[in-house]
């Protein structure tokens, strides 16, 4: 079993539409980290945080650290959004920098 | 903006081959790494490295090694390239801290034939 588990692993939505990605993880952690991959590799960090909840734009995450489950929200879904999305745990120190990936959810946006 | 360029978007290899990938951040990170990512195995860390000339074993590093000779560039070799070392490489860095974020480089696509 996956230390950092995602669901659903795809995910297709009309635009407009909102948007949930989960996360579940078994180990400890001293942050919870959602990044972004779009076609041609490039990754790019959306949110990090250890604790409640952190808004950016159209994006939301939240994590509940007794529940061990993180949830990456996208209001108003556009096109543009369409992605992988991929959830990462970095472990207590000293493993810190060790980051646990999930294996990523594909997000397709149809207009 | 945080940049970490990788020199190569693709790379076409033969087998037996010594492979180089350069790995530039120009932030003044402490930390870099490199990872691989495969279908269904999500990232996984080869390499990674503290400070100039430290370098630490991630969870795969068997047939790669790594040079850090100047604080902003982190090299990732394969000593003699095989097939199953055919993957997209992943160069990131971050402040040193818990509260960082990693900054990712766009992939090398390595193909060993």
């Known amino acids: 079993k996956n230390e950092v588990e995602q669901s659903p692993q795809n995910l297709t939505a009309q635009e407009g539409e909102f948007i949930t990605i989960n996360c579940s993880y078994s180990?400890?952690?001293?942050?919870l980290h959602w990044l972004q991959q779009h076609p041609g590799g490039g990754i790019v960090s959306l949110f990090m945080?250890?604790?409640g909840k952190k808004k950016h734009g159209r994006l939301i995450a939240t994590i509940n650290i007794q529940e061990k489950h993180s949830s990456l929200h996208i209001t108003a879904s556009h096109p543009r959004d369409s992605a992988v999305y991929i959830c990462a745990v970095s472990p207590p120190k000293p493993n810190t920098d060790k980051l646990i990936f999930g294996t990523g959810t594909r997000l397709q946006v149809f207009p | 903006d945080v940049k970490v360029t990788q020199s190569s978007r693709y790379l076409v290899k033969r087998t037996g081959e010594k492979v180089f990938l350069e790995c530039v951040q120009d932030?003044?990170?402490?930390?870099m790494f490199w990872y691989r990512q495969d279908p269904g195995l999500g990232l996984r860390l080869i390499y990674f490295s503290y400070d100039v000339k430290m370098k630490e074993k991630g969870d795969i590093p068997e047939g790669y090694s790594v040079s850090r000779e100047k604080k902003e560039r982190f090299s990732l070799i394969l000593e003699s390239a095989s097939t199953n070392q055919t993957s997209m490489y992943l160069c990131?860095?971050?402040?040193?801290?818990?509260?960082?974020?990693?900054?990712f480089g766009n992939g090398t696509r390595l193909t060993v034939t």
């Open positions: 932030m003044d990170h402490e930390n």
């Open positions: 180990v400890g952690i001293s942050a």
């Open positions: 945080l250890s604790s």
């Open positions: 990131a860095s971050r402040t040193d801290g818990t509260a960082s974020p990693l900054h």
